[in-house]
Every structure is written in structure tokens, then in C-alpha cells.
């Protein structure tokens, strides 16, 4: 899980025994040019090219499954040359840490050694990066070491940076006179050699190292650090931890230096100031001492533990240059306001509250995705259990079970939605299913297909039709046509009559004329439009067959859709069932792990919040103490000044 920034590091204990990792002080930089990674475009043809270039982007941005993918693409194409198959490997064991899969990845890594084989300096660096952060240092100090030597024209940038990995990593396993010779190679202007020499000094602290060579490298790492922002802030850190192991090492007037150095616009501030104020009261500046408990009370919060622990500095240091008065007056301010913090305390170191406490954070960071694919998590909310817990905030154990709180609400919520959607395709299920019984599907398909039958019967009665036209006197006649001829046919019968008559007074040759002129005419229009009849009619014919065909798929389809979905939901609704008893399953294990969590986070709380209120009720005992002892001192000094004789006030008694 990502870390949280360590805002402060209130013990000395604490200072030495964590090492300063970039991604705790600096932004990660995925501005990366990706014509600078090595290799691309040298005797790699376009796709090899593309692909490789496409897991290092996934990469930097990232999208890890994505990285996944491309890696075995580009793996497939490689084939069996082992440089680009090793560097494929590499890069999957980044991957691998980055998805927090921290035993595939030791495997990987130790598989990559037994088969041999080289990779590219850039693997190797973003290999290097995930070690170090994991808290792999021996495997850090080795990719790193890789990656010099496989990339000897690393980009200066990307050098500086390996060599903090170098440096950090041989720090991490306290073996200070090989990390004091890979910093003496680094550039001394660098913000990446003042994380180094940080981490050295710890490392130097830690195994109670020369002072001469410590001095030095304080100094140093003092002196080069960039002046902005990122460099202030690295510098006011090395001289809060520096000043508290001069304190150690009896050294005041040095821890003076280092603490005075501070500024006083950093997290590092308060503990430099109270730590100040105590290294100086330890070389009886009891005057000076004071000062920057002052200014520390004045530019903090007053919960701030390093606030809280110098309100009994100030009157005691009173007391010690016998300013009475004035120590009995900071006494009194400061028991009415450690009562006023222990009451409130005692009332906010409830479940309840601290319930709602973590429930607003909750809600406050509903929006952001849970694992590797979480940004960053908002601040706990501004209320009087943030301003008392703020010692615990700082504790980076605290903070991953806060992120895993966050990952289980998250992984709760995913849950809640799969089941969502798995009822919403019950129902749908169920409506589709009350739809197919209602509409009748089988009695409608029977009926269409009897008109089916019905309008291929009719087709094949005109298919034959039209067969018979090529054979017919008069083909493609129209309707008016076959009319006429018929009324032709009908004069043939009459005239034949009147010639068997004989009649002298009639003259049959004029009838006879017209009829032939009438039928010629006739059959000169039908023989006329046949050619524009024929194509007509064949073309309505063609599309009549097509309409039918498409009817005719439109039923098939309909029949198989009823096969299909008569066949498709059988069985659906048990699978449903199952995936919702397996959610709810799931949920249900969440649900207790989520608990649990509540109730750890809640008590880690708790047990904070009580060994705060433990702390400052003993504080307030001390100030009672110390308040009832120099109104008792007051008072013997009072009787004291009296000319009181007991010898005389016997005698009196006994006249």
C-alpha cells in the first residue's frame, strides 16, 4: 500500500531507525521521454519497437495490467533472444511489487540470476526503485548495481538517482564505509545526494560511527543542498536529527548550531525548538532556555505534543533560577490547562466518537479507487481528536491500517454493485421470461408458418403462370386486352350467321373489313407492349421472391430466437443464484474483516488517546506536586522569618 508522508519524528529512536526514501520527500516524476529509455530504435524493427514502448508507458503511468499484457506481447514477438526475454522478466517483477505480489516477484527475481542472461539499465532501475521501497535493500543494492553496469550512459538524472538507491540500500544493512565511497561519486549539487548522505547519516548514528566523519558528512550534505523548497526541507531534517545525536553524544554546543539552523516554517520546527530549548537548560542557559519554548507555544497548536511537553519546561526552568512568583503563576496556567485537556480527553476516548471520527474520513474518500489504483487519500478531519492524535497520525503503522480501512470499504463497495447487478439480471430474467410465455410464441410460430405455406403455394401458382405466357398466342396480354379479343371472338359467330342467311340486302364485305382492321389493331398493341409487359412483370416477380425470402428468413430466425431463448434461460436463473450466494459470501467475509479493522484502528486510537491522557494527567501531577511544594517552601519560609520561642510559650501557659 502507499505510504503516508512522515510529517515529524518526535523521539530520537524514531529519527534513527527510519531511512529517508524519495518517494517520502519527492513527487514521482513519470515526465519520462521514452526516446530516452535504451535500446528503443536500435536493431528493433517498428513493432518491437511499439510494444516496448507501450509496457514502459503503461508502466510509468501506472495501469499494471496493461504493463502485463504488453510484456507478454512483446515476449511472443522477441521469441527466444535472451537480452530483451530477461529484460521482459525484470520488468515483470517491478510489476509484480507494484501490485504488492511480493513472493511471484522474489521468485522472478531470483530466477532472472540462475538463468543468466542481461536486461537493460532501465529495467533494472524501475526494478531497483520497487525493491527499495518494499524494504528489500540487499536485492535493491544488487539491481542497482545491475543497472550501472549494464547502462554505463544513463541519463545523468536517472545515474544520481541509482546512486541514492546504491548509497541508501548499503545504508539500510549499516555498512557505512562502502556507502561512504559510492557517495563520494555522486554530484555533490544534487538533491538526490542530500537523500543519500541523509540516509547515511542515520546509518552512521546508528552504528555509533566516527563524530569526525559524521560531522563532515552533515556538513556537506548541509552545504550542497539545493536552496527551494524540496531542499529546505531535507536540510531542516538533517539538522533536527543531527542536532539530537549531538545531544546525545554530549555535544551542546554543536546540537545549538544544527537546532538554531532550523526554520521555523517546517514540520521539522517543533521538535527543534523543544529539543533546543532542552539542550540548552542541559548547559544551565536556563534564561535562554526558555526562548524557544516561547516561540514554540506562540507558532503551534497547543495540543501539539511537542507543545504540551513544554509547558511544564517553562515553569520549571523558572524554578530552577528562583523565579518563584512567577514559576507559581506558570504552574497554576498550566494545571487549569492540562485539567481542561484531561476532562476533554476523558470525554472525546469514547467509541462512539472515535466511531464518527473514522466514519467522516470514510466518507470523505468515497471517491478514490482502492489498491494499486488509489492516488492518494484525503487528511483526517480538523476536530479535537485529530488535534490529540496527532502523534499517531504520524505513525506510518497507523496509516496502512487506515488505507486497508479504506481498501476494505472500497472492495465492499464493488461488492454491493456486483450484487446490484446480478439482481437487476434476475429480474430481467424474470420479465423476459413472462414476455416469451404471454406473447405465445409456439401457437403464433404455427400460424406463420401456415401463411407461409399459403403465400409459397401462391408464388408457385404465378411461378407457373408466368411459364404458361411464353406458350399463349397473346402473351402478356392485359386484362382490357383479353377483353377485347374476346369481343372479337364473339363477332366471328355472327357474321357467320348472317352468311348463312343470305340476305341480298346485306353486305357483309364492310363488317368483315372493320373486323380484321380491329383485330389487327388489336394485336399489333398486344405484340407491341409485350417486350415492356414481360420485363414488368418478370420484375415484380423477382421482387415478390425477394420479399418472400426475407419473410421467410424473418420466420426462420423467429423459430431459432425461440429455440434460443427458450434454451438460453434454463438454467440462468440457478447460475444467478450461485454468483449471489458467492457475492454475498464474499461480502459477508469483508464485512467481518472490515470489523475487525474498525475495531484495531479504533483501538490503536483508544490506546494512543489513553497513554496521551496517562502523559498529561502525570504532567498535571507534576504541576500539582510542584505547585503544592513551593507553596509549601513558601510557607516554611514564612514560619521561619517569625521570632516564635516554644520555651516562653510554655511558661506563659503554666502562670
Avoid: C
Wanted: hydrophobic content about 40%.
Amino acid at each position: 500500500m502507499q505510504r503516508l508522508l512522515l510529517l515529524l519524528l518526535l523521539t530520537p529512536l524514531a529519527l534513527f531507525s527510519v531511512g529517508l526514501h524519495a518517494e517520502d520527500t519527492a513527487e514521482d516524476d513519470i515526465d519520462i521521454d521514452l526516446d530516452d529509455i535504451e535500446g528503443i530504435g536500435v536493431n528493433e524493427d517498428a513493432e518491437k519497437r511499439l510494444l516496448r514502448g507501450n509496457f514502459y508507458y503503461s508502466y510509468l503511468v501506472g495501469e499494471y495490467y496493461q504493463t502485463l499484457y504488453y510484456l507478454r506481447e512483446w515476449k511472443e514477438l522477441i521469441g527466444s533472444d535472451t537480452t530483451p526475454e530477461t529484460e521482459a522478466e525484470v520488468m515483470r517483477a517491478a510489476v509484480y511489487l507494484s501490485l504488492g505480489l511480493e513472493d511471484q516477484a522474489e521468485d522472478l527475481f531470483y530466477a532472472v540470476f540462475e538463468e543468466g542472461g542481461s536486461a537493460s539499465g532501465d529495467a533494472w532501475y524501475f526494478l531497483t526503485q520497487r525493491l527499495f521501497s518494499a524494504g528489500f535493500y540487499g536485492r535493491a543494492e544488487q539491481a542497482a548495481r545491475n543497472a550501472l553496469a549494464a547502462s554505463p550512459a544513463l541519463s545523468r538524472r536517472y545515474d544520481q538517482e541509482l546512486s541514492y538507491l546504491l548509497v541508501s540500500s548499503i545504508s539500510e544493512q549499516d555498512r557505512v564505509e562502502e556507502a561512504l565511497i559510492v557517495v563520494k561519486g555522486m554530484e555533490d549539487a544534487s538533491i538526490w545526494t542530500g537523500y543519500a548522505r541523509y540516509n547515511l547519516i542515520l546509518a552512521m548514528v546508528r552504528q555509533n560511527f566516527r563524530s569526525r566523519d559524521i560531522e563532515a558528512t552533515i556538513d556537506e550534505a548541509i552545504f550542497y543542498l539545493p536552496d527551494n523548497e524540496e531542499g529546505t526541507a531535507l536540510r531542516d531534517r538533517i539538522l533536527l536529527i543531527s542536532g539530537i545525536a549531538a545531544m546525545e553524544r554530549d555535544k551542546h554546543a554543536m546540537a545549538n548550531r544544527y537546532f538554531s539552523d532550523v526554520t521555523l516554517e517546517s514540520v521539522f520546527t517543533p521538535p527543534a525548538l523543544l529539543h533546543y530549548g532542552w539542550n540548552l537548560l542541559a548547559q544551565w542557559r536556563y534564561e535562554d532556555a526558555i526562548q524557544p519554548w516561547r516561540i514554540l507555544q506562540q507558532l503551534y497548536d497547543e495540543y501539539h505534543p511537542a507543545v504540551v511537553e513544554s509547558y511544564l519546561a517553562v515553569p520549571h526552568t523558572l524554578e530552577l533560577i528562583d523565579a518563584v512568583n512567577q514559576s507559581v503563576l506558570a504552574y497554576e496556567r498550566v494545571e487549569a490547562r492540562l485539567t481542561d485537556m484531561v476532562g476533554e480527553l476523558k470525554q472525546l476516548n469514547q467509541e462512539e466518537s472515535l466511531g464518527n471520527w473514522l466514519d467522516e474520513w470514510r466518507q470523505s474518500n468515497e471517491t478514490e479507487n482502492w489498491g494499486w489504483q488509489r492516488q492518494a487519500l484525503g487528511d483526517l478531519p480538523q476536530s479535537q481528536v485529530t488535534r490529540f492524535a496527532q502523534g499517531l497520525l504520524k505513525e506510518e503503522a497507523f496509516t496502512q491500517e487506515l488505507a486497508r480501512l479504506h481498501d476494505l470499504d472500497r472492495i465492499r463497495a464493488d461488492l454491493a454493485e456486483a450484487m446490484r447487478e446480478l439482481t437487476l439480471w434476475e429480474d430481467i430474467l424474470v420479465q423476459r421470461r413472462e414476455n416469451l410465455e404471454a406473447m405465445g410464441g409456439e401457437a403464433l410460430l404455427e400460424q406463420l408458418e401456415e401463411r407461409q405455406m399459403d403465400v409459397l403455394r401462391s408464388i408457385l401458382a404465378v411461378q407457373d403462370r408466368l411459364l404458361d405466357e411464353d406458350e399463349t398466342v397473346f402473351s402478356y396480354a392485359s386484362r382490357s386486352d383479353e377483353a377485347r379479343i374476346e369481343r372479337l371472338r364473339s363477332v366471328v359467330p355472327a357474321v357467320t350467321s348472317l352468311q348463312k342467311i343470305g340476305t341480298p340486302t346485306r353486305d357483309l364485305a364492310p363488317y368483315k373489313e372493320r373486323w380484321r382492321r380491329m383485330r389487327g389493331l388489336q394485336l399489333w398493341s398486344i405484340y407491341e407492349a409485350q417486350p415492356q409487359r414481360k420485363w414488368d412483370t418478370e420484375r415484380d416477380h423477382m421482387i415478390l421472391r425477394s420479399e418472400t425470402d426475407k419473410l421467410f428468413r424473418q420466420l426462420e430466425n423467429t423459430r431459432t430466437s425461440l429455440i434460443w431463448a427458450d434454451s438460453s434461460w434454463r438454467g440462468f436463473p440457478e447460475r444467478v443464484g450461485v454468483l449471489q450466494q458467492r457475492v454475498a459470501a464474499l461480502d459477508s467475509n469483508v464485512a467481518e474483516i472490515q470489523r475487525d479493522q474498525e475495531a484495531l484502528l479504533t483501538e490503536m486510537t483508544k490506546q494512543h488517546l489513553t497513554e496521551l491522557d496517562e502523559r498529561l494527567t502525570l504532567y498535571l501531577a507534576q504541576a500539582r506536586l510542584a505547585l503544592a511544594r513551593l507553596y509549601d517552601d513558601s510557607l516554611q519560609n514564612e514560619f521561619g522569618s517569625l521570632d516564635y520561642e516554644p520555651e516562653n510559650e510554655k511558661q506563659e501557659a503554666v502562670k
